[in-house]
T-cell receptor, first 111, second 115 residues
């Protein structure tokens, strides 16, 4: 059974700081890694995807992947109150190519 | 481009009743997914379709849940009879194909409350 683990939080950071969100996964054959943002009462929205080891930057967001350690992270620079949401890590690959989600980390950015 | 459509948005039923949810994926997307998201948890995949064929339904409680995608476009998910623990948001998602890099796009979800 594929597992994706995240700290549920809440993670509280001041406005303008860097928020660091972490995720570990159990299935070594996983190929694709996604970060979704979910505002309260809304559906998940894709913000980043990463497929190879290293860093991938998109605006204020940086995804980091380390397949040897089975670890993926998301950094949010210059955090804004509008970034306050639950961030879901999702992993895909292996048998059936199913997308497996972690439980999510709730981020609170305080003005 | 229109997103994934779902209806109804909210449904309240009593236990042992039946309920059905409808999903229309993004035009041209061959793969459709149904997820269950219980409050405070991440979405859990119930079933995925490739066109009108089932790819994976290993986590679908088949004694009470059923799903179909007869013409390879719209899909319905049914619960009969409902239990209290079925209270959750049911999310439909679609993607172009089944490739590992294909992005899944989610609909707004149907919030089910079972009393």
């Amino acid at each position: 059974q594929k597992e994706v683990e995240q700290n549920s939080g809440p993670l509280s950071v001041p406005e303008g700081a860097i928020a660091s969100l972490n995720c570990t996964y159990s299935d070594r054959v996983s190929q694709s890694f996604f970060w979704y943002r979910q505002y309260s009462g809304k559906s998940p929205e894709l913000i980043m995807s990463i497929y190879s080891n290293g860093d991938k930057e998109d605006g204020r967001f940086t995804a980091q992947l380390n397949k040897a350690s089975q670890y993926v992270s998301l950094l949010i620079r210059d955090s804004q109150p509008s970034d306050s949401a639950t961030y879901l890590c999702a992993v895909k690959g292996g048998e059936g190519n199913m997308l497996t989600f972690g439980g999510g980390t709730r981020l609170m950015v305080k003005p | 481009e229109a997103g994934v459509a779902q209806s109804p948005r909210y449904k309240i039923i009593e236990k042992r009743q039946s309920v059905a949810f409808w999903c229309n994926p993004i035009s041209g997307h061959a793969t459709l997914y149904w997820y269950q998201q219980i409050l405070g948890q991440g979405p859990k995949l119930l079933i995925q379709f490739q066109n009108n064929g089932v790819v994976d339904d290993s986590q679908l409680p088949k004694d009470r849940f059923s799903a179909e995608r007869l013409k390879g476009v719209d899909s319905t998910l049914k619960i009969q009879p409902a239990k209290l623990e079925d209270s959750a948001v049911y999310l439909c998602a679609s993607s172009l194909e089944l490739a590992a890099t294909d992005t899944q796009y989610f609909g707004p979800g149907t919030r089910l409350t079972v009393l």
